[in-house]
């Protein structure tokens, strides 16, 4: 049962990322993009990952899309891309390196997970919770990566600012 | 609870230099807009402070907030070259970004933060503090890169931006497979893995882990094929900025390869070594071939970049800690002649005209000899001709080479340094036996004390390293005992 | 913990039905009528302008890109403030200096005037 | 497993049905509230009182003509409005409408699902919901269209970010994203006592994010001539207005459980087991009552002190209540 | 439990799709959306490891990466909003990557 909604959910995320590459209108490929977010929070939720689930639609396709979709609206994107780019040197290259890739990350599947398995089992979830646990570990545990992201997000800001502001 | 007062002092150089970022941004947000014209020093003495609480990580290695912070000689050593190539960039940002008129606190800012994100980068035990610092420090630099915001420097940013986002992915996705393969992404849980359980030594997901992080680092250091960003992200971004990404960018890359290789995959020598004989020997002969063929300097200087980042990866491959300090003497070294170099080049331009052309230099030797003299120490040094610092460098990482017996990837080395010796004596030969044109392109220097200042002591540094190196070698090489 | 989620398929499920459903019956029931000054852009009367489009001012994106910002700032804060009081004081320091920092990017966004809207 | 799913789908319609129904007659109800407060009638003549006006009104929407704007984006156009109504209709999926109760010797539970995230899956869905309304206006190819979705859509996010901010606090203090567990803290004091400023601001960035009165920029005819769903007619008109009285349905509820102690009375006062939806069904129906009489008294703010309502008062203000929570919880502890 | 081999094999494929897209697509927003989806992809890899070994360090790793997307995203929409504004041209939207 899980398996085929996860098939299903997989089929929708690939062909969003599909329509993602072939759509000529940004706001297309947006909105595709934003159908694989959603299809992989479903997904995500099928590896028992909650919060995560719960902040791929939060962030990913609530805010990051958002912002995309905001700024193709704004700035007015709809030229689409000329028709006289022929299947190039470019292209063909593009596309026998994506290949490559994929069968670089296909073929070690065959060997499976030899990583040791950490203590994040169901029963400890059952206990406290997979929000908690997770804080927990944020709070304590991972504490300088979380903070390096407040003085990322700093950067973030300033740069954009810096960057988009009119009059600086 | 897994934090203590012995944390926070590996992270105070850290934070002094998030403060004085912070400091800047206060300022500006007290008064908008205004002219602040003392900010770069603000941010120097932030500098010049974390550099008074540095010296106390030297000496045996300590780790903090549980494993994601090395406290130990080797961070420190890079703390001080990153403190080097902030200073001068702020010291040559200063009279540069005023002429230009975009002297605003958000620049100086985004350099002390990315300053920051170099300094995590060269500090980071795990591999998590390492992709979030390299963010840190990229997303500062695309934002300067852009600060211009004309065409040319949107364009930098943006083709830098693009690419290296694409690169992080490439960096990221090696870090879920070795999670996948180790169960953990600490330098040292890795270490133990691969220890612990030979087989996983030839576990095709722990390799491809391995070369897709090598991949991503690629990119940050620009090595061919990975390089297609650098010459236009170079040439196209503020002249200050590009110093900065060339130097600082570089110091930090090579500061987290030496942790990642070095430490993290140690016992993978053989299989890395290989894959990174061909990286270096294509990165430096590539750079240097295309390098000779422009008559930008700007731009030849980007392709020279790339050539340099191939010599430092002939170090990597030896894979010894003999060859580690050699590299970190070769960052302090470059950083010192490459920030030297751009700031001749800014002094060269003047507003929305860089001057940046072979053409331009002609006859400038006997114009502003002081200019003449300070470009030729750095062009010498960047070809490697004793007594300077960058002959130094090569000659350590090149004696590290042949002490691992990679015969023929130092030959290689060599004769690339002697093919670059052609287009870096070509500024020379251009300043001092080509006739000025009649209509002279550079009338004046954009030169104030801050500039002035700024080459003197990257000038100093070339040569004072060259003739004695002794004292910067020992130290380079106890901050590598301390690392493997 | 999957359990859950499987009522909320459902209705996921019922309501894109719903909402689909009553796209195709509006355009199967509903007559057809076309002419070209229905379907032409509704200006309230004025000549409509081809070149409707033009980039908008630039205060917009900026919003957008400080609430990008923050937004993930408060993501931070849910884990936090559900573990709150078992995190103690100490924390709570923690996310006083996380949010310190970004603090000090809202007073400059604040002062830089990114908040003004005329 | 059956029977659960069995149950689930059981519960899924009957909720679905009621949230339908009770959209439709809020718009009854707001019609007719606002005609008294504006000294006139509201819809009287369809059946008795006007009651099936909300029905008649769908099915006028149905045999509209359908129509799509020549030069609009056909694609978008059609899904904007099922984009915008889907997350709408999905909230109540998470919100708990009272406790449980014994049917057929089985414990039924009053609502359709509880889960560990429900607050983040309630926010989540609000952000989707924001694109029905920006592509709406885009797709449309229509210059107000697009300003008017423009400027919601800039609203919508500056005050999700007050609103993330004031949930903060509440979190705080009940310690569980969880709505259901949220409301059993609140048996004795409500968190609208602990938390008054919360529940203020809260009520304010509500109203704001699902754009009604004061704050409907959307609807400012004056300016927009009518927003972003100026193009759209028929049932795909309906379709946005659904979403939005569906918002406010959610909102209450929201309300309700976060602050007014869902379905229990207030300073720990028993609430026998057959109060209990009732209970709950009163603190909604007085909340949406109070939507509907606000409208009828607060002028539109102008957009500019929206935008700085939100940014500059709201979002400080949360920041100081988290502040302000957190030294307090700190020392008590 | 998903079988591992299958959530990893959708990673590779969506990451696969995002590297052809910004080697192929020349329109910048189309290009920082593809990025997107590989990061999308990484993060499916993370929480499908961390699945399998019960380990949180993979969720955290997520986490993240969105913070980083967001940052990314912010920065990078502003360079094309710069972009857009020096160039005020027909093309302004395209840009050849693979040059020089």
């Known amino acids: 049962m899980t398996l085929a909604i996860f098939f299903v959910f997989a089929a929708f995320a ?6 993602v590459l072939l759509a000529r209108n940004p706001i297309h490929s947006a909105l595709s993009l934003v159908g694989t977010m959603v299809s992989l929070a479903g997904i995500y939720l099928l590896h028992h990952a909650e919060f995560i689930f719960a902040i791929q639609l939060m962030v990913y396709a609530g805010a990051i899309m958002t912002l995309i979709v905001f700024v193709i609206m704004l700035l007015d994107v709809r030229h689409e891309e000329a028709e006289t780019e ?8 593009g596309m026998v390196l994506a290949g490559l890739m994929v069968v670089v990350l296909l073929v070690p599947l065959a060997a499976g997970l030899t990583g040791k398995p950490g203590g994040m089992t169901e029963e400890v979830l059952a206990r406290v919770g997979s929000v908690e646990f997770l804080s927990e570990k944020l709070f304590t545990t991972y504490l300088l990566p979380f903070e390096i992201a407040s003085v990322l997000l700093l950067v973030g800001l300033v740069g954009a600012v810096a960057l988009a502001k009119k009059r600086l | 609870m897994t934090f203590s007062m012995a944390d926070m002092r590996l992270l105070t150089p850290h934070l002094v230099i998030t403060a004085a970022a912070l400091l800047v941004l206060l300022a500006e947000a007290v008064s908008p807009g205004r002219r602040k014209g003392y900010l770069p020093y603000l941010g120097i003495a932030g500098i010049v402070v974390a550099a008074f609480t540095t010296p106390g990580l030297f000496g045996p290695a300590r780790s903090g907030f549980s494993g ?6 080797f961070a420190a050593f890079v703390y001080f070259i990153l403190y080097a190539v902030g200073a001068l960039t702020l010291l040559v940002s200063d009279a540069y970004l005023r002429d230009e008129g975009r002297d605003h606190a958000e ?9 920051v994100g170099m300094m995590l980068m060269a500090g980071a035990t795990h591999l998590m503090s390492v992709f979030l610092a390299l963010e840190t420090m990229s997303i500062a630099i695309y934002a300067l890169a852009g600060f211009f915001r004309d065409e040319r420097s949107a364009e930098a940013s943006f083709k830098y931006f693009i690419l290296g986002a694409f690169s992080s992915g490439f960096l990221l996705y090696g870090i879920a497979l070795l999670y996948g393969a180790c169960g953990t992404t600490e330098i040292q849980g890795i270490l133990d893995a691969f220890a612990s359980n030979r087989a996983l030594a030839g576990s095709p997901m722990a390799l491809a882990g391995v070369g897709l992080v090598t991949v991503g680092f690629a990119f940050k250091v620009a090595a061919v094929p990975f390089h297609m960003w650098t010459p236009d992200a170079y040439q196209g971004a503020p002249t200050s900025v590009t110093a900065f990404m060339a130097t600082g960018v570089k110091a930090a890359a090579f500061a987290a390869v030496l942790r990642v290789f070095f430490v993290a995959f140690q016992t993978l020598h053989v299989d890395w070594s290989g894959v990174l004989w061909v990286l270096a020997l294509l990165t430096m002969t590539l750079g240097n071939l295309t390098a000779i063929a422009q008559t930008d300097v700007k731009r030849m200087l980007a392709y020279s970049s790339i050539a340099h980042a191939g010599y430092i990866l002939v170090g990597v491959v030896a894979g010894t800690p003999e060859a580690g300090a050699g590299i970190l003497y070769y960052l302090l070294a470059y950083a010192f002649m490459n920030i030297g170099a751009f700031a001749c080049l800014i002094m060269v331009g003047r507003k929305g005209h860089e001057n940046t052309e072979l053409d331009a230099f002609a006859g400038l030797g006997f114009k502003f000899p002081a200019l003449g003299l300070a470009m030729s120490l750095f062009m010498f040094s960047m070809a490697g001709i004793p007594p300077t610092a960058g002959f130094i460098g090569k000659f350590l990482i090149f004696k590290a080479a042949v002490h691992q017996g990679y015969y023929w990837l130092t030959i290689f080395g060599v004769l690339n340094s002697a093919a670059s010796v ?7 030969v251009t300043m001092y036996f080509k006739p000025e044109p009649d209509t002279p392109v550079v009338e004046g220097l954009r030169a104030g004390p801050s500039m002035a200042l700024a080459t003197i002591l990257a000038g100093l540094g070339v040569l004072y390293f060259g003739i004695v190196p002794g004292g910067l070698v020992d130290l380079a090489e106890q901050a590598l005992r301390y690392l493997v | 913990m999957l359990q859950n989620y499987v009522p909320i398929l459902i209705l996921f499920l019922l309501a894109a039905g719903f909402g689909l459903g009553m796209v195709l019956m509006s355009a199967m029931l509903g007559p057809r009528r076309p002419d070209s000054e229905k379907l032409s852009t509704y200006e309230c009367g004025m000549t409509v302008d081809p070149g409707a489009r033009r980039p908008f001012d630039v205060k917009y994106y900026l919003v957008a890109m400080v609430f990008l910002v923050f937004d993930v700032e408060v993501v931070f804060l849910y884990p936090w403030a559900v573990k709150f009081k078992a995190l103690g004081l100490f924390g709570f320091v923690e996310m006083l200096v996380f949010l310190f920092i970004l603090l000090v990017g809202y007073a400059y966004i604040w002062r830089k005037g990114v908040l003004e809207w005329e | 497993m059956l029977d659960f799913l069995i149950e689930s789908i059981l519960k899924v319609l009957v909720v679905f049905g009621v949230l339908l129904f009770v959209v439709a007659y809020t718009t009854w109800l707001e019609r007719r509230v606002l005609g008294r407060i504006q000294v006139r009638h509201g819809p009287n003549r369809v059946g008795f009182q006007g009651l099936l006006q909300p029905l008649a009104d769908g099915l006028k929407g149905f045999f509209k003509e359908d129509i799509v704007p020549a030069n609009a984006d056909k694609i978008v156009y059609v899904l904007a409005p099922v984009l915008s109504i889907v997350p709408a209709l999905m909230i109540v999926a998470v919100i708990p409408f009272g406790d449980s109760f014994q049917l057929f010797g089985r414990e039924i539970t009053m609502r359709i699902t509880d889960v560990n995230v429900a607050l983040l899956y309630i926010l989540g869905l609000a952000g989707l919901g924001e694109y029905g309304v920006m592509l709406g206006g885009w797709a449309s190819n229509n210059r107000y269209g697009l300003l008017g979705s423009l400027r919601t859509a800039a609203q919508m996010i500056s005050y999700e970010l007050a609103l993330g901010l004031t949930l903060i606090s509440v979190i705080m203090v009940s310690g569980s994203l969880s ?7 609140q048996t004795v004091w409500w968190n609208a006592f602990k938390q008054p400023l919360a529940f203020f601001l809260f009520l304010i960035c509500g109203l704001a994010e699902i754009n009604r009165t004061p704050f409907d920029m959307p609807e400012a005819e004056a300016e927009l001539a009518c927003g972003f769903n100026i193009e759209y007619s028929s049932m795909k008109f309906a379709m946005f207005f659904m979403a939005e009285y569906a918002h406010l349905i959610s909102l209450a509820m929201i309300i309700t459980c976060l602050f007014l102690g869902g379905w229990y009375l207030p300073f720990g006062i028993p609430t026998p087991g057959l109060l209990k939806f009732p209970v709950f069904l009163a603190k909604v129906f007085v909340l949406v009552f109070f939507f509907i009489w606000e409208r009828g008294t607060f002028p539109r703010l102008r957009y500019d002190q929206i935008m700085r309502l939100g940014w500059k008062w709201l979002m400080p203000l949360a920041l100081a209540n988290i502040f302000v929570t957190g030294v307090v919880v700190t020392a008590v502890a | 439990m998903i079988p591992f081999e299958y959530s990893m094999g959708l990673s590779a494929v969506l990451f696969g799709l995002g590297v052809v897209g910004v080697l192929v697509r020349r329109n910048v927003i189309v290009l920082l959306m593809c990025v997107e989806l590989m990061l999308n992809a990484v993060n499916l890899a993370f929480v499908t490891v ?34 857009y504004r020096a160039r005020r041209a027909v093309h302004a939207d395209e840009i050849s990557l693979l040059k020089g």
């Open chain 1, 14 to 19: 690939v062909l969003g990322g599909i329509g």
């Open chain 1, 86 to 93: 022929r299947l190039g040197f470019a292209k063909v290259f």
């Open chain 2, 68 to 73: 994601m912070l090395a406290g130990d000689a």
């Open chain 2, 107 to 115: 620049y100086y800012a985004l350099v002390l933060l990315a300053l």
């Open chain 2, 422 to 428: 052609y287009y870096y004596l070509r500024v020379i």
């Open chain 4, 179 to 185: 709505l259901v567990e949220i409301v059993n803290t």
């Open chain 5, 50 to 83: 961390a699945d399998h070994l019960n380990s949180v360090e993979g969720l955290l790793y997520v986490f993240f990466v969105m913070t980083v997307a967001a940052a990314e995203a912010a920065v990078g929409l502003a360079i094309v909003v710069c972009l």
